[in-house]
């Protein structure tokens, strides 16, 4: 059997797959060979995380093909519903990165209260000439104990932001459409467990009572938070967005930016992935990062052993 990993896996997803007796394939294969290569090697499955499309022209090509997994929780690189409909298995991770994820919206947040994306693009430039009024300009920062953290979408990763919130002594408030309660377990270092219980609310009221937003939610057909929704914000609140391209507008968040209606923002996801606006690139209210939420040696060990475990189950 043999498993093309076309986007890359752990060394503990290929050790988990070896150890099978499957054979493990990491060549990388551009997106416009994928149908040649597979026939050609007889590849069985195909695993795949953000950059590699699995749409309806492979499956129909690819007769060898019995399963597609995404390393990481969304899918909407991949046909899901049409791939099942042929019989294929279609597998994925939701839980492992989740706390990459929530961890690197804190990273966004601590650096967008105390200024540091910006500092880090003016200290090289200015640190050895400026300093002091460097020093004057970046002397108002926030700290985040005891605001309040609105998180759109209540999922997996949507809770593990909420540990973290609750530990920095944050007020938690959520919506979703789908989790009217949510019971959140705090584990701590010494074996001490905490209870949390939370209501679901309406996006008008969260909007209206956060000073931070994030958002957890998948890709969606229409903006989450657009020209409107970010009107209704607090005056000063800043947003974060570790989820999917696509659910916020660029244009109305930079016009809030640009008008002070919002303090900064943070994008890890783009609505031009891989080609960001480069308003958004330039804009120095905006922390940035490169689509890099699930991006730790941690979840990727996990998100290859898990994968590994589900491929053998399946097809072993």
Do not use: W
Not at 285 to 300: C, K, V
């Amino acid at each position: 059997m043999k498993v093309l990993a076309n986007d890359g896996i752990s060394q503990s997803g290929i050790d988990g797959l070896e150890a099978a007796g499957i054979e493990v394939i990491t060549t990388k294969v551009a997106q416009e060979q994928l149908i040649n290569y597979i026939n050609e090697h007889q590849i069985d499955a195909i695993l795949v995380r953000s950059a590699t499309q699995v749409r309806k022209d492979i499956i129909d090509a690819c007769p060898s093909i019995k399963l597609i997994g995404r390393g990481g929780v969304g899918m909407d690189n991949i046909d899901v519903a049409y791939a099942r409909e042929k019989g294929l298995h279609v597998i994925n991770t939701p839980a492992a990165s989740s706390a990459s994820v929530a961890e690197l919206v804190f990273a966004h947040l601590y650096g967008g209260v105390r200024f540091l994306y910006h500092a880090n693009r003016t200290m090289p430039l200015e640190g050895d000439t400026t300093f002091n009024t460097l020093k004057k300009s970046y002397a108002k920062g926030r700290e985040l104990r005891g605001k309040t953290i609105g998180i759109i979408g209540f999922g997996r990763i949507g809770r593990e932001v909420a540990k973290i919130a609750l530990g920095c002594g944050m007020k938690v408030i959520y919506s979703d459409g789908y989790v009217d309660q949510a019971e959140i377990e705090l584990d701590f270092f010494d074996g001490q467990k905490l209870n949390f219980s939370f209501q679901s609310q309406s996006l008008e009221s969260l909007l209206a009572e956060s000073d931070f937003i994030t958002l957890h939610v998948p890709a969606q057909k229409e903006y989450v938070l657009g020209a409107k929704e970010i009107a209704g914000m607090k005056d000063g609140a800043a947003i974060v967005n570790a989820a999917r391209g696509g659910v916020i507008d660029e244009v109305a968040l930079i016009e809030a930016l640009d008008n002070k209606k919002l303090s900064f923002a943070a994008l890890d996801v783009f609505e031009n992935e891989p080609t960001p606006e480069i308003k958004i690139l330039m804009n120095d209210q905006i922390s940035l990062s490169p689509h890099i939420g699930a991006a730790t040696n941690e979840a990727q060990d996990r998100i290859g052993a898990e994968l590994a475990s589900q491929i053998v189950t399946l097809l072993g």
